[in-house]
């Protein structure tokens, strides 16, 4: 499918599914506007990968878990897209593993705050736009600890479950507006991130082929 004119914007673009994400899209025709919170020397090599493919990249730093600069996250995306935005691909996320009776409140916070609440808070703010161009599409990364859960990850899995439940909200939103909506969720996925973590065992299971995502389509 051509992307040619359309614009896609990628939060925690830089490394891993995201950067993966940028790459692909740009070579379907799509500008890529890729989102860091402070690995800036990944995301620039996230931007050289796509401009070397002969596609068209910029950064935008900021935390999407704040307010303010979600919303200024979005602007420069749609600044950068001459006033569209196209794609919206919710990525960036965390891990702050530990047993749960372990685990401290910051720590809770912290996964929960980037991986579901900054999720929202782009949504929110990526929506009206879409909206005004009455067309728009937003991916939500998610996993398989959201469906099944997985030890020691009590705050991933519940912000990658909620992850899945706004979706499903955003689809039974638009359904109400006569629009189409589409929603999917994979099999998990694997990353430098994921694999340092997990056990031999668990590294042999997962395909390397393969994302866990929720998509609201309008």
């Known amino acids: 499918m051509s992307l040619e004119g359309r614009t896609a914007l990628i939060t925690g673009g830089g490394r891993g599914i995201g950067r993966a994400t940028a790459i692909r899209l740009s070579r379907d025709g799509a500008r890529i506007a890729i989102n860091y919170k402070g690995n800036a020397e990944a995301a620039e090599e996230a931007r050289r990968l796509v ?13 999407v878990s704040v307010d303010d600069q979600a919303e200024n996250v979005v602007k420069s995306a ?9 794609i919206l691909v919710n990525n960036a996320g965390i891990t ?17 705050d980037l991986n579901l609440r900054g999720a929202f808070l782009v949504t929110k703010a990526a929506m009206r736009p879409m909206m005004k161009q009455r067309s728009g599409r937003i991916v939500n990364v998610s996993s ?29 939103w638009r359904r109400r507006s006569s629009s189409r909506s589409r929603s999917a969720v994979s099999a998990r996925s694997r990353t430098s991130r994921t694999l340092s973590r997990s056990s031999p065992r668990t590294r042999r299971a997962t395909s390397p082929v393969r994302s866990s995502s929720s998509t609201a389509e309008w």
């Open 78 to 86: 749609l600044a950068f897209g001459e006033g569209r935005l196209d």
């Open 144 to 172: 398989v600890a959201g469906v099944v859960g997985n030890a020691g990850q009590a705050n991933y899995a519940s912000a990658k479950a909620g992850l899945i439940g706004l979706t499903r909200f955003s689809n039974r």
């Open 96 to 112: 702050r593993d530990n047993l749960l009776v372990r685990m401290s409140a910051e720590d809770w916070d912290a996964v929960v």
């Open 51 to 63: 401009e070397k493919g002969g596609g068209k990249a910029t950064l935008i730093q900021g935390d």
